[in-house]
């Protein structure tokens, strides 16, 4: 069984700053997906970013950006110049290869302060 | 739809009554999710639909917990007896493709049904 550990359960940080959520999982699988989601106050989750095991590149999307390690079993977002709309619940997720359900983390709550 | 809708949004029951909570998944897609989040944890699994067909129902905690799709649109989900434990959000998602987002991994969740039960 997969198990996703997310070791900060809330971080806080100044707007325009960045800022690291870490990730560390546990598989004996060599062909996986990991994610983070975000889950703002009273509104549903949403996937930020996106990253396929089998590919060395991290992920990028605009100010999201992931550090992935796979021999460390390390998936970290950085968020950079943070922005008031990204304060939230950050979930880490990881998905089996062929499998449909994913493992989540028990989340990051992120408070961008003003 | 313009996105995946819940209702109820909050639902409070007294122990051992019975609830259904419903999800309408956004229009055309193939996979339907269930997930269960306790206070301050994440999503856990329960139930994957593809289509009407109920792939796996691995995470379904007791035989209480019942769901289905019969036309491959709108979902169930169906606690009997309930008890305290069972409180929680209950978050569906859905996905256009087979399984967890195909290509893209991208689920598109609800905001959820907040169940408390008395």
């Known amino acids: 069984a997969q198990t996703v550990t997310q070791s900060q359960p809330e971080m806080s940080v100044q707007e325009a700053e960045t800022v690291t959520l870490s990730c560390t999982y546990d598989t004996s699988e060599s062909n996986y997906y990991l994610f983070w989601y975000k889950q703002p106050p009273s509104r549903q989750m949403i996937l930020v970013i996106r990253?396929?095991?089998?590919?060395?590149q991290n992920a990028t999307e605009n100010r999201f950006s992931v550090n992935f390690q796979k021999a460390a079993k390390s998936f970290s977002l950085k968020i950079s110049d943070s922005q008031l709309g990204d304060t939230a619940m950050y979930f880490c997720a990881f998905m089996k290869h062929g499998d449909e359900k994913l493992t989540f983390g028990t989340g990051t709550r992120l408070t961008i302060i003003p | 739809g313009a996105g995946v809708s819940q209702s109820p949004r909050y639902k409070v029951a007294k122990r051992g009554q019975d609830v259904a909570l419903r999800c309408d998944p956004i229009?055309?897609?193939?996979?339907l999710f269930w997930y269960q989040q306790a206070l301050g944890q994440g999503p856990e699994f329960l139930t994957y639909f593809q289509n009407e067909a109920q792939l796996d129902k691995s995470g379904l905690p007791s035989d209480r917990f019942f769901a289905e799709r019969p036309e491959g649109s709108v979902s169930t989900l169906k606690i009997q007896r309930t008890q305290q434990e069972d409180s929680a959000v209950y978050l569906c998602?859905?996905?256009?493709?087979w399984g967890t987002g195909g290509n893209t991994g991208e689920l598109f969740f609800g905001e959820g049904s907040r169940l408390t039960v008395l």
């Open positions: 990253q396929e095991a089998y590919k060395q």
């Open positions: 229009s055309g897609h193939v996979s």
């Open positions: 998602a859905s996905s256009l493709a």
